[in-house]
């Protein structure tokens, strides 16, 4: 078997196997994204095609493109969008009703018409053989002083209309993100009024039972000596999923200490 | 490897982000849809590029690169402020301008 791929393409095996390695990632990637209910995961499944796209792009002799691919899409725009899903809610995933109905099956066969039409395209169009970029990437000494060449002089103009584009992409986002203060910035004194008033103690008391415990998530003993949720943070109890359940009726440390400040 | 399979790989890739586009609600899934339709483009100019033998398809899918990084700062910016006020990421649940 090997043999007779050997023959079929006597010097592309290595860079074939490499291909198709490569190519299963990519295409399964982006299904897994396509599935993947949790937007994080989806993120990830993202960064996955987007390396392989930078492999692909290097093995086609496009090395520059594929370090920037790297840096700026699996480095820079990747994190972007999982800093921004940190900002609206990790658990933000989608449901699983659907508000049109027979949307995703129209959907399923609309890809799968486009996917015929394109691989019949490409099929027909009989792409052949390339001529390769060796030659080009040699001219001026290397991948990187070939586009360098070709930025500065024949793409010069598209070059500073796209920086423009830069620029004004970044005050658009700046636009976006500004919040104008509608209400008053609260006091330090109002802020310590409304605390006293809304019964908690002042300042919240401190978690562990220290005879015996000193971690952070053993609740600290009230003067009857019932254990007292308020003293530990929610967080710990989310994530060791147990005891210090928070208290509906009496506001736990998060809650009070959210109050006065920001939120987003 | 012949450019048809990279032409393949590419044309997979970008109906597998039009669908996301498509079917997905999370608005940040449908971005990450954009973006590996861009990407699946930026493939067939590398592609184009080897085939021609010129390095006019590489600058071609750099500029894309710059357009897509625009794109995505302006349309994050634009879900954090929907965010802000709706609480949601949802795409069916910003249907003001609907009616």
Avoid at chain 1, 10 to 21: M, Q, V, Y
Avoid at chain 1, 139 to 165: K, M, P
Avoid at chain 1, 177 to 201: D, F, K, N, V, Y
Wanted: no cysteine; net charge neutral.
């Amino acid at each position: 078997m090997t043999s007779l791929l050997a023959v079929a393409h006597p010097s592309n095996l290595p860079n074939d196997i490499a291909f198709w390695i490569v190519a299963v990632l990519a295409v399964g990637g982006a299904l897994m994204m396509l599935f993947s209910r949790k937007a994080v995961h989806a993120a990830l499944w993202v960064a996955l095609v987007m390396g392989n796209l930078a492999i692909m792009y290097i093995m086609e002799g496009a090395v520059f493109l594929g370090i920037v691919q790297l840096v700026v899409y699996t480095g820079a725009v990747m994190m972007l969008f999982l800093f921004v899903l940190m900002l609206v809610g990790v658990d933000s995933s989608d449901s699983v009703v659907e508000t049109l109905r027979g949307q995703r099956a129209a959907a399923a066969v609309a890809g799968i018409g486009f996917v015929v039409l394109l691989v019949g395209a490409i099929g027909h169009s009989g792409t052949g053989g390339a001529v390769g970029v060796v030659g080009p990437n040699l001219v001026d000494g290397g991948n990187v002083q070939g586009l360098a060449r070709l930025i500065f002089t024949r793409y010069f103009w598209a070059f500073e209309v796209i920086s423009a584009l830069l620029i004004t992409a970044a005050m658009g986002a700046m636009l976006l993100a500004h919040r104008e203060r509608i209400t008053r910035r609260r006091s330090q004194r109002e802020l310590s009024i409304e605390r006293t008033r809304s019964g908690a103690p002042q300042p919240l008391t401190a978690p562990g039972v220290y005879s015996r415990h000193n971690a952070v998530d053993t609740p600290g003993l009230l003067p009857d000596g019932t254990p007292s949720p308020v003293t530990v943070p929610e967080a710990l109890g989310e994530l060791t999923g147990r005891a210090p359940v928070p208290l509906k009726q009496w506001p736990g440390r998060d809650e009070l200490e959210r109050g006065g400040g920001e939120d987003l | 490897m012949s450019p048809t399979g990279f032409l393949v790989v590419s044309a997979l890739l970008f109906v597998i982000g039009s669908i996301g586009v498509l079917v997905r609600r999370n608005a940040i899934v449908v971005f990450m849809s954009i973006e590996i339709m861009l990407n699946a483009s930026n493939l067939a100019f590398v592609t184009f590029a080897r085939m021609n033998g010129n390095l006019d398809g590489q600058v071609m899918a750099f500029f894309v690169m710059v357009v897509a990084a625009a794109e995505v700062v302006v349309g994050l910016a634009i879900i954090v402020a929907i965010f802000r006020t709706r609480r949601t990421a949802s795409v069916d649940d910003a249907n003001l301008l609907k009616y």
